[in-house]
């Protein structure tokens, strides 16, 4: 798997939102998968996410910036994100990671860390981050 260096700025949603959705729409159509990585499940009203992103052979990961830890630009941009892969009627999964995982994994991911995250993530429900399901909107 070819996984792309880790894409955005740590803690800065606008800018990390941005080049994730300009590598996603160079990327063109076809199928993928997002993965949330989150540090923590039980308080998502403060929640911080990263993203991972697969389709083929292909990965990217996002330094964490989504998220309502992140002010009203970070949870404004992970309710985008989620949208917008649910338009393209993409799967959302989430992966939580303890906090110090989470920042050794995404500061050097590769094919086999990618490989865990994917392994260890489960469905997740779109509404949970300001998105609705593609089958409501």
């Given at each position: 798997?070819?996984?792309?260096?880790?894409?955005?700025?740590?803690?800065?949603?606008?800018?990390?939102?941005?080049?994730?959705?300009?590598?996603?729409?160079?990327?063109?159509?076809?199928?993928?998968?997002?993965?949330?990585?989150?540090?923590?499940?039980?308080?998502?009203?403060?929640?911080?996410?990263?993203?991972?992103?697969?389709?083929?052979?292909?990965?990217?990961?996002?330094?964490?910036?989504?998220?309502?830890?992140y002010g009203p630009a970070?949870?404004?941009?992970?309710?985008?994100?989620?949208?917008?892969?649910?338009?393209?009627?993409?799967?959302?999964?989430?992966?939580?990671?303890?906090?110090?995982?989470?920042?050794?994994?995404?500061?050097?991911?590769?094919?086999?860390?990618?490989?865990?995250?994917?392994?260890?993530?489960?469905?997740?429900?779109?509404?949970?981050?300001?998105?609705?399901?593609?089958?409501?909107?």
């Amino acid at each position: 798997m070819n996984v792309h260096d880790p894409l955005g700025l740590p803690g800065a949603p606008l800018e990390t939102h941005r080049e994730l959705m300009a590598l996603l729409a160079a990327q063109g159509e076809g199928p993928a998968t997002l993965y949330l990585i989150s540090d923590g499940q039980a308080e998502r009203d403060a929640a911080r996410y990263a993203a991972l992103v697969t389709w083929g052979d292909e990965a990217v990961v996002t330094v964490p910036a989504y998220g309502p830890a992140y002010g009203p630009a970070g949870a404004k941009a992970l309710a985008e994100l989620v949208a917008w892969t649910q338009a393209r009627g993409w799967p959302v999964r989430e992966t939580v990671l303890n906090p110090s995982d989470l920042v050794r994994v995404l500061a050097e991911p590769d094919a086999e860390e990618v490989a865990r995250l994917t392994a260890a993530s489960n469905p997740s429900d779109p509404r949970l981050y300001g998105a609705r399901p593609q089958s409501e909107a």
